[in-house]
């Protein structure tokens, strides 16, 4: 059993409004570390069951023993559920996890909220998927959770950047509307892009959609997210989202007069790379070093991934990334390992001398 956080008394107990995966992933990694957790939302049923998967319990605390508030609820009833539990757990520290700030911090003052308790945060952590029953203690192990400046007194803050510490996340500190700017530019507006491709995808010819790899599959991944949360995250952080898609049409408006010209399209793809290489790598930190993708064809057979694993392993090789892609049409996958440049003509020719089949 896990030892007690140093900080768990000063959290217990703690309010989770909404047991979905963000709310019940940190009613997990709370518990796990000796929090009292109370779980609360709209359905019963949902908080029942992230009870049930060691996330707290449904029990009701004595509302003046409430030492912090986390609201995991949908965006577009944040504002009224953080002021509901302002006044409710009147010694509590009140946080929301929505994915916008201004917004949220506008309407709370335009309900005339005393916003002393009240600490805007967001853990950028999370998945296509939804519910209590994907949620994990370790989902913020090593994310950025952003604390929006300018909201709460200093111990109301102290408060959330202990719930931030034992969730294992790294703490960002960002005015509101930086923060706004920043997830329309890394998230919000990524999220549009991957609906689109995906939706161009629906009417497809279905011998079009068997040609599909890897690459459209990374493209299109998060297309598979909840339209109703995403209606109320774009709608709630439109200004920004606006800026950028204003932006991105422009691009899309050069590159359409341009298809003739191999410059301008080769541009395009230079651009694009130069981007994809500033987003930071493992551990939030950016290499300098080349890397190299050595793809290795696995046999749909028990235990070829282990054994694939072993023989990578074995040879001291620095990986940076994994991905596996699944064939079509035979009953293989593809594991793509990412390493440094200098390293991957070595990890080749061991592969082969191994046996297995690498795909150029």
């Known amino acids: 059993m896990a030892s007690k956080h140093p900080d768990a008394p000063e959290l217990s107990p703690t309010v989770v409004i909404g047991a979905g995966l963000i709310g019940a992933s940190i009613g997990c990694a709370l518990t796990g570390a000796g929090v009292d957790v109370r779980l609360r939302d709209r359905y019963r049923s949902h908080a029942v069951v992230a009870a049930g998967i060691g996330a707290g319990s449904v029990g009701t605390p004595l509302a003046t ?12 009833v944040v504002a009224p559920t953080v002021a509901r539990a302002l006044s409710h757990y009147r010694n509590a520290v009140v946080t929301d996890v929505a994915s916008v700030k201004q917004p949220v911090l506008a309407d709370l003052e335009a309900m005339g909220t005393d916003l002393g308790r009240y600490v805007g945060s967001h853990p950028m952590a999370g998945s296509e998927f939804s519910g209590p029953l994907t949620a994990s203690p370790r989902l913020f192990a090593d994310r950025t959770w952003v604390i ?3 909201t709460g007194s200093p111990e109301a803050v102290r408060r959330v950047e202990q719930l931030i510490g ?23 507006v990524p999220q549009i892009m991957s609906s689109l491709t995906a939706a161009r995808l629906a009417d497809a ?16 991944r998060i297309a598979g997210s909840d ?22 049409r422009d691009d899309l408006d050069r590159v359409i007069d341009g298809l003739d010209d191999v410059r301008t399209v080769g541009e395009l793809i230079a651009r694009g790379r130069a981007g994809a290489a500033a987003l ?12 190299e993708r050595v793809v290795v064809e696995i046999p749909d057979a028990p235990g070829a991934l282990a054994r694939l694993f072993v023989d990578i392993m074995g040879q001291g090789v620095n990986v940076e990334d994994l991905s596996i892609e699944h064939g079509q049409d035979r009953e293989v996958g593809y594991l793509s390992i990412a390493v ?3 390293q991957a003509q070595d990890l080749r020719e061991t592969m082969d001398a191994k046996g297995w089949s690498l795909r150029e």
């Open 340 to 342: 440094e440049a200098e």
């Open 280 to 291: 930071p790598g493992k551990h939030g930190r950016r290499s300098d070093k080349a890397l």
């Open 166 to 188: 034992i969730c294992g996340a790294r703490l960002v500190r960002l005015a509101p509307a930086d923060h706004d700017r920043a997830v329309a530019e890394i998230s919000h």
């Open 227 to 248: 339209p109703g949360l995403w209606r109320q995250i774009i709608t709630g952080n439109r200004a920004e989202i606006t800026t950028q898609l204003r932006a991105i």
């Open 205 to 220: 010819p279905p011998e079009d959609l068997r040609l599909a790899g890897q690459g459209v599959r990374d493209v299109t």
């Open 148 to 150: 929006a400046d300018g």
């Open 65 to 76: 023993t409430v030492r912090l508030v986390v609201v995991a609820v949908p965006p577009a």
